[in-house]
């Protein structure tokens, strides 16, 4: 079964554009999350959707955003971009079965800002 | 954002030799899960836990979900040069009796170094 996959994987972009990056979940898996992952930061969680719906935010500024689709690949996109988004943006797909619950990463679109 | 803490930030030991890290939160978690992360790759889950006091072992990772479930710990034994990376807790936050939510909070990471 392949496993999560994101394109691009390397992205350079310059303040004040925007970018969109896409994830494609593990076949079967419903749901998404996003994260941003930063040597200061950690890695701290954007959002999830399930079944096309934002079930989760977290504590970023508008101008980040997402969808899914009806397939349950998503999209993420950055609007106005600023030199701090700099960073690897991980998406997960989970798939959750009675008490069992397990997330699984992507290889990450790294994303640099000028 | 919030973060679990995790202990230690860094090892650095001789091939061969146990590893032990640890996790702890004030909120309690309803799944552990451990994740290894090589460079430029994302991370790759290890062990996932589901119930307070529960032990689990996958080869040479044992993991343990703590009775308060705010805490977790991950032990390697006998470390191999491949064991090199930065490993990561994450509690899955139990909100209003329902588990459902995919946001994972993370622990900041233990970068471990082995010596051949």
């Known amino acids: 079964k392949a496993g999560v996959t994101q394109t691009p994987r390397y992205l350079i972009k310059t303040r004040g554009q925007q970018v969109t990056l896409s994830c494609s979940p593990i076949?079967?898996?419903?749901?998404v999350s996003w994260y941003q992952q930063t040597p200061g930061q950690g890695l701290q969680f954007l959002f999830e959707?399930?079944?096309?719906?934002?079930?989760n935010k977290g504590n970023f500024p508008g101008r980040f955003s997402g969808r899914q689709f009806s397939n349950s690949r998503s999209e993420m996109n950055v609007s106005t971009l600023e030199l701090g988004d700099s960073a690897l943006y991980l998406c997960?797909?989970?798939?959750?079965?009675?008490?069992?619950?397990?997330?699984?990463f992507g290889p990450g679109t790294r994303l640099t800002v000028t | 954002g919030q973060q679990l803490n995790q202990s230690p930030q860094s090892m650095f030991i001789q091939e061969g030799e146990d590893v032990s890290m640890n996790c702890t939160s004030s909120s309690i978690f309803n799944t552990w899960l451990w994740y290894k992360q090589d460079p430029g790759e994302g991370p790759v889950l290890l062990i996932a836990?589901?119930?307070?006091?529960e032990l689990t072992s996958n080869g040479r990772l044992t993991a343990q979900f703590g009775i308060t479930r705010k805490d977790s710990f991950l032990n390697i034994s006998a470390s191999i040069p491949s064991d090199v990376g930065i490993y990561f807790c994450?509690?899955?936050?139990?909100?209003?009796?329902?588990?459902?939510?995919?946001?994972?909070?993370f622990g900041q990471g233990t970068t471990l170094q082995v010596k051949p």
């Open positions: 076949s079967g898996h419903r749901s």
């Open positions: 836990l589901y119930k307070a006091g």
């Open positions: 959707y399930f079944s096309e719906t934002q079930r």
């Open positions: 994450a509690g899955q936050l139990f909100q209003d009796g329902s588990s459902n939510t995919g946001k994972l909070i």
């Open positions: 997960a797909s989970s798939l959750r079965t009675g008490v069992s619950y397990e997330q699984y």
